[in-house]
């Protein structure tokens, strides 16, 4: 069985997380076949969007633990995350095309940092959010000591990191985590519907708003205000932004090409 799944259908690339009976936690079958999505992704310009989720009853529970070696002397986790973790977000943020995210079950660890790395995040009523690196002694990776403050806040992130408690689906709309939690019969639908769209959308736009919003962490206002309108330039040249506005002008809707 493969780890994971991929199909292309009408410009979204759909990527499942395919190990249910292991709720879908990370080993290097699933590493592998994720970067191969990736690079997929950003190859392919028939690609202009991207939609991620688990089979089965669960989203994703993290590392796999039982295929690491414990009894050697010496652990170096840090490897693991040089090899495989920290590749995967930086190419997901530097991905030119939009992500989305639909969470159908726990999301642990590890798997819960993935999802929050994903531009836009769905999550069924019953999904829930937990980080539970501390349990078993360690700290939050795949991004989630820098996913959780900017979104959360600095006192919720750092309970949810110190406790390990369970966040539900609604708590984490609620707290700005993921853009929507969504009825279990219901995720599916919006999850496509929210990919199709944004597949039929100007995709050259679309993933300059993405580097403009995650440049925005680390950039003053002087700054951010040089980069929007070096990005205004860019997509000023292109195709999908004449035909915008003729669209707009002839009161139709648009057909963008993604360029």
Same mark, same amino acid.
């Given at each position: 069985m493969?780890?994971?799944l991929?199909?292309l #259908?009408?410009g979204?690339?759909?990527?499942?997380?395919?190990?249910?009976?292991?709720?879908n936690?990370?080993?290097?079958?699933?590493?592998?076949?994720?970067?191969d999505?990736?690079?997929?992704?950003?190859? #392919? &310009?028939?690609?202009?969007?991207l939609l991620?989720?688990?089979?089965?009853?669960?989203? %994703?529970? *993290?590392?796999?633990l039982?295929?690491?070696?414990?009894?050697?002397a010496?652990?170096?986790?840090?490897?693991?995350?040089?090899?495989?973790?920290?590749?995967?977000?930086?190419?997901m943020?530097a991905?030119p095309?939009p992500?989305? %995210?639909?969470?159908? *079950?726990?999301?642990a660890?590890?798997?819960a940092? =993935?999802?929050?790395?994903?531009?836009?995040?769905?999550?069924?009523? &019953?999904?829930?959010f937990?980080?539970?690196?501390?349990?078993i002694?360690?700290v939050?990776?795949?991004g989630?000591?820098? =996913?959780?403050?900017?979104?959360a *806040?600095?006192?919720?992130?750092?309970?949810?990191a110190?406790? *390990? +408690?369970?966040?539900?689906?609604? +708590?984490?709309?609620?707290w700005?985590?993921?853009?929507?939690?969504?009825?279990?019969?219901n995720?599916?639908?919006?999850?496509?519907?929210?990919?199709?769209?944004?597949?039929?959308?100007?995709?050259?736009?679309?993933?300059?708003?993405?580097?403009?919003?995650?440049?925005?962490a680390?950039?003053?206002l002087?700054?951010?205000?040089?980069?929007?309108? +070096?990005?205004?330039r #860019?997509?000023?040249?292109?195709? +999908?932004?004449?035909?915008?506005v003729?669209? =707009?002008?002839?009161k139709?809707?648009?057909?963008?090409?993604?360029?």
């Amino acid at each position: 069985m493969e780890p994971v799944l991929v199909a292309l #259908e009408a410009g979204v690339l759909r990527i499942t997380l395919n190990r249910p009976e292991k709720l879908n936690a990370f080993n290097p079958g699933v590493h592998k076949g994720l970067a191969d999505a990736m690079a997929r992704a950003e190859s #392919e &310009s028939a690609i202009r969007c991207l939609l991620i989720t688990g089979a089965g009853r669960g989203f %994703c529970a *993290g590392q796999d633990l039982g295929e690491r070696d414990m009894k050697a002397a010496a652990i170096d986790l840090g490897s693991g995350l040089d090899t495989w973790y920290n590749p995967l977000v930086r190419r997901m943020r530097a991905l030119p095309k939009p992500i989305v %995210c639909a969470v159908n *079950g726990v999301a642990a660890g590890a798997g819960a940092n =993935f999802a929050l790395a994903c531009d836009i995040v769905l999550a069924a009523r &019953s999904a829930s959010f937990i980080q539970a690196f501390v349990k078993i002694g360690l700290v939050p990776d795949c991004g989630g000591s820098y =996913f959780l403050p900017r979104l959360a *806040g600095m006192q919720r992130a750092m309970a949810l990191a110190m406790t *390990g +408690d369970r966040l539900s689906a609604e +708590d984490a709309e609620r707290w700005g985590l993921i853009w929507k939690c969504v009825d279990d019969a219901n995720l599916k639908q919006e999850s496509e519907k929210l990919s199709q769209a944004l597949a039929k959308g100007p995709t050259k736009s679309l993933g300059l708003i993405k580097r403009a919003m995650y440049s925005s962490a680390n950039n003053d206002l002087s700054a951010q205000l040089d980069l929007e309108r +070096d990005l205004q330039r #860019e997509i000023g040249k292109g195709e +999908d932004y004449r035909e915008g506005v003729a669209a =707009f002008l002839e009161k139709r809707a648009p057909q963008f090409k993604g360029r």
